[in-house]
């Protein structure tokens, strides 16, 4: 997903540029460029491929090396493919404004017609680059600065963007703005980063000003000036970012993914802390006191998000049913504002989102509470979008995720809507002893996620066998059937397998077609309610000579006869049993995609963060 970086400060630009994009690459991109202001013209190069093309061609032009004020951009092709042209930054006519922009402009087709009937003559496919000739004709028709004509621009426009603005006639300003898309400025000793994600800006300064929508700062060496887009001053708080550079790095694994998988037993902890209170036997959501009565009366409970945390939704559908009694849907954050769901002030609307910056999970949030509900987050993202945009929430506190397919996250999703989902419980009809069981078993989760990462050598040799097949599939039942999907998921993202997940009865219906020999299936047959019947399921698929990969409860040898592999978890109550069973499924997948080849962190096509529609 697009990235931006820009800086302003006594250091050589080029470098934090370059440096800043290089932080940014794990959230996907296909062409990188800098601009580099050097003392009378803007000096720009742009690459498809990785930061460093842009880097090599930056360190031989002496002009850029001696700057010290520019603007960078990764672009994640949107309007027009990826090539040098259609790369970041996009210039006006004179090449004497450059911009770099993350989100969409909706009506750039009617404003290209505007602009091409005054002239202008566009070199690329972008959406952007109209907004880099849109300034240019405020500034060249009376505007009096810079933030001026970025101002009549952006009242423009429709759509989303994040966007770094700098003109050589005002040499060291950058102007920032931003509408649906994260910016951030760093604050640093007579230096200022400005960035769309934090990752770029921590080895500079832990001082940050986080920009809301419809807000936009001018950037100089002698200060920073805030304000709304309509230039009504605004007073920003310097926040202090809480992620190290440390926890962002690798951390001595291969990957971040593996990283982030063996973190699970530590992010759990983080994700529990402070939030069992022990002595009184009851949960404490320090984000949620503000509304915990509206919580108690709300009458249905609507999860929503995107991707792996639309899985997480989906176990916190029978986790709020179960556990709280509560009314509950899942939608599809992309489909929810489409679809006119029935939303009323007795509804709780939860968005799920690792990042806070889905736009289709902001996009749903932000119909919910139009629509009156109450809106709460379930986020990793400090700061981020949607935790600001919430009436309240509840941190993962899991730390940053940076591997495309999101681990450590889920498992943490899961935890926080089962503290939620107790503490609602309790307060509506939940006996104390039950209670009390939920709570000492949550605290034995991060000690047994330690026990099936001490598999991880076993799920590799299991894997080996099978990761010639192209086609799998992924079962469970009750809470396990998410676990399926999500299973499948994260097989299909990162090894590119085929893979699809069901709940096992729904085989029958249809993909039983598919099972032959060699077939790999892998059942969630945790101990539950349904462990009979999955057992039936297994049966189905043996005789039909698939190869059976089971995830069972520590203790069950007997399932062993009816299966090829076995990986056990320890026992646990079942509402948490999702906890556990996804982790030898993201080691599956860890390990399905080393054995293939291909690039864990970086899997082709996609995107950590989905900040378009
Ligand atoms: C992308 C990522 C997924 C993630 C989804 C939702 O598709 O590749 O791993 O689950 O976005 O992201 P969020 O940050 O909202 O949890």
């Given at each position: 997903?697009?990235?931006i970086v820009g800086y302003i400060g006594n250091k050589r630009a080029c470098s934090v540029l370059i440096e800043?994009?290089?932080?940014?690459?794990?959230?996907?991109?296909?062409?990188?460029?800098?601009?580099?202001?050097?003392?009378?013209?803007?000096?720009?190069?742009?690459?498809?491929?990785?930061?460093?093309?842009?880097?090599?061609?930056?360190?031989?032009?002496?002009?850029?090396?001696?700057?010290?004020?520019?603007?960078?951009?990764?672009?994640?092709?949107?309007?027009?493919?990826?090539?040098?042209?259609?790369?970041?930054?996009?210039?006006?006519?004179?090449?004497?404004?450059?911009?770099?922009?993350?989100?969409?402009?909706?009506?750039?087709?009617?404003?290209?017609?505007?602009?091409?009937?005054?002239?202008?003559?566009?070199?690329?496919?972008?959406?952007?680059?109209?907004?880099?000739?849109?300034?240019?004709?405020?500034?060249?028709?009376?505007?009096?600065?810079?933030?001026?004509?970025?101002?009549?621009?952006?009242?423009?426009?429709?759509?989303?963007?994040?966007?770094?603005?700098?003109?050589?006639?005002?040499?060291?300003?950058?102007?920032?703005?931003?509408?649906?898309?994260?910016?951030?400025?760093?604050?640093?000793?007579?230096?200022?980063?400005?960035?769309?994600?934090?990752?770029?800006?921590?080895?500079?300064?832990?001082?940050?000003?986080?920009?809301?929508?419809?807000?936009?700062?001018?950037?100089?060496?002698?200060?920073?000036?805030?304000?709304?887009?309509?230039?009504?001053?605004?007073?920003?708080?310097?926040?202090?970012?809480?992620?190290s550079l440390e926890q962002i790095a690798k951390g001595g694994y291969e990957h971040f993914m593996l990283k982030?998988?063996?973190?699970?037993?530590?992010?759990?902890?983080?994700?529990?802390?402070?939030?069992?209170?022990?002595?009184?036997?009851?949960?404490?959501?320090?984000?949620?006191?503000?509304?915990?009565?509206?919580?108690?009366?709300?009458?249905?409970?609507?999860?929503?998000?995107?991707?792996?945390?639309?899985?997480?939704?989906?176990?916190?559908?029978?986790?709020?049913?179960?556990?709280?009694?509560?009314?509950?849907?899942?939608?599809?954050?992309?489909?929810?504002?489409?679809?006119?769901?029935?939303?009323?002030?007795?509804?709780?609307?939860?968005?799920?989102?690792?990042?806070?910056?889905?736009?289709?999970?902001?996009?749903?949030?932000?119909?919910?509470?139009?629509?009156?509900?109450?809106?709460?987050?379930?986020?990793?993202?400090?700061?981020?979008?949607?935790a600001r945009e919430t009436d309240a929430g509840v941190y993962l506190h899991a730390g940053p995720e940076i591997?495309?397919?999101?681990?450590?996250?889920?498992?943490?999703?899961?935890?926080?809507?089962?503290?939620?989902?107790?503490?609602?419980?309790?307060?509506?009809?939940?006996?104390?002893?039950?209670?009390?069981?939920?709570?000492?078993?949550?605290?034995?989760?991060?000690?047994?996620?330690?026990?099936?990462?001490?598999?991880?050598?076993?799920?590799?040799?299991?894997?080996?066998?099978?990761?010639?097949?192209?086609?799998?599939?992924?079962?469970?039942?009750?809470?396990?059937?998410?676990?399926?999907?999500?299973?499948?998921?994260?097989?299909?993202?990162?090894?590119?397998?085929?893979?699809?997940?069901?709940?096992?009865?729904?085989?029958?219906?249809?993909?039983?077609?598919?099972?032959?020999?060699?077939?790999?299936?892998?059942?969630?047959?945790?101990?539950?309610?349904?462990?009979?019947?999955?057992?039936?399921?297994?049966?189905?698929?043996?005789?039909?000579?698939?190869?059976?990969?089971?995830?069972?409860?520590?203790?069950?040898?007997?399932?062993?006869?009816?299966?090829?592999?076995?990986?056990?978890?320890?026992?646990?109550?079942?509402?948490?049993?999702?906890?556990?069973?996804?982790?030898?499924?993201?080691?599956?997948?860890?390990?399905?995609?080393?054995?293939?080849?291909?690039?864990?962190?970086?899997?082709?096509?996609?995107?950590?963060?989905?900040?378009?529609?």
């Amino acid at each position: 997903m697009c990235g931006i970086v820009g800086y302003i400060g006594n250091k050589r630009a080029c470098s934090v540029l370059i440096e800043g994009l290089k932080r940014l690459e794990y959230r996907g991109y296909d062409s990188a460029g800098v601009c580099v202001f050097s003392g009378e013209a803007l000096h720009i190069r742009k690459a498809t491929g990785r930061v460093a093309e842009v880097e090599a061609l930056a360190c031989a032009d002496r002009d850029i090396q001696a700057g010290t004020c520019g603007i960078a951009h990764t672009r994640w092709a949107t309007h027009g493919e990826p090539n040098e042209v259609n790369a970041h930054p996009h210039c006006n006519h004179d090449n004497r404004i450059a911009v770099v922009h993350n989100g969409i402009i909706e009506n750039y087709v009617t404003l290209k017609q505007f602009l091409a009937s005054k002239g202008c003559v566009f070199r690329s496919q972008t959406d952007t680059e109209v907004l880099s000739h849109l300034i240019s004709e405020f500034y060249e028709d009376g505007a009096d600065s810079l933030e001026e004509a970025v101002q009549a621009a952006l009242r423009e426009v429709s759509g989303t963007y994040g966007i770094a603005v700098v003109c050589s006639d005002e040499p060291d300003k950058i102007v920032v703005a931003r509408k649906g898309s994260p910016l951030i400025v760093g604050v640093g000793s007579d230096e200022y980063i400005v960035a769309s994600d934090a990752a770029a800006i921590i080895e500079h300064t832990a001082n940050v000003v986080y920009l809301n929508d419809n807000e936009m700062a001018v950037i100089t060496r002698d200060g920073m000036r805030t304000m709304t887009v309509d230039n009504v001053p605004v007073t920003k708080e310097v926040q202090q970012i809480e992620w190290s550079l440390e926890q962002i790095a690798k951390g001595g694994y291969e990957h971040f993914m593996l990283k982030e998988i063996m973190e699970q037993p530590e992010a759990v902890r983080m994700s529990l802390g402070g939030r069992l209170d022990l002595r009184e036997m009851r949960v404490k959501l320090g984000g949620l006191e503000k509304v915990s009565r509206d919580l108690v009366r709300a009458r249905k409970v609507i999860l929503t998000g995107c991707g792996t945390a639309w899985h997480a939704a989906l176990v916190g559908e029978y986790l709020f049913e179960d556990l709280a009694r509560i009314p509950t849907e899942v939608e599809y954050a992309s489909e929810f504002r489409y679809r006119n769901p029935i939303v009323d002030d007795g509804s709780l609307v939860i968005a799920l989102s690792q990042s806070g910056e889905t736009a289709d999970t902001l996009a749903a949030l932000r119909e919910a509470r139009e629509k009156g509900a109450l809106a709460l987050g379930i986020v990793n993202a400090v700061g981020s979008t949607i935790a600001r945009e919430t009436d309240a929430g509840v941190y993962l506190h899991a730390g940053p995720e940076i591997g495309v397919a999101s681990t450590k996250a889920f498992t943490c999703q899961l935890v926080v809507e089962t503290l939620i989902a107790l503490m609602l419980g309790r307060r509506r009809f939940m006996s104390q002893p039950t209670m009390d069981q939920y709570m000492q078993a949550l605290t034995r989760i991060p000690e047994q996620i330690e026990r099936v990462l001490e598999q991880s050598g076993l799920v590799r040799q299991i894997v080996a066998e099978h990761v010639d097949r192209d086609n799998w599939l992924f079962l469970g039942r009750g809470y396990n059937y998410p676990v399926a999907l999500e299973g499948a998921l994260k097989l299909k993202e990162i090894s590119y397998i085929h893979a699809e997940g069901l709940p096992a009865a729904e085989m029958k219906h249809g993909p039983i077609a598919l099972i032959h020999e060699g077939m790999p299936v892998v059942f969630i047959a945790p101990r539950c309610s349904t462990y009979e019947k999955i057992l039936g399921n297994i049966e189905e698929v043996r005789a039909r000579r698939g190869r059976i990969i089971a995830v069972a409860t520590e203790g069950d040898t007997g399932i062993a006869r009816y299966c090829d592999h076995v990986i056990y978890v320890p026992d646990c109550p079942v509402p948490l049993q999702p906890i556990l069973t996804v982790v030898p499924l993201q080691l599956m997948a860890y390990h399905a995609a080393v054995a293939r080849g291909c690039n864990v962190d970086k899997p082709r096509n996609l995107a950590k963060s989905v900040t378009v529609e």
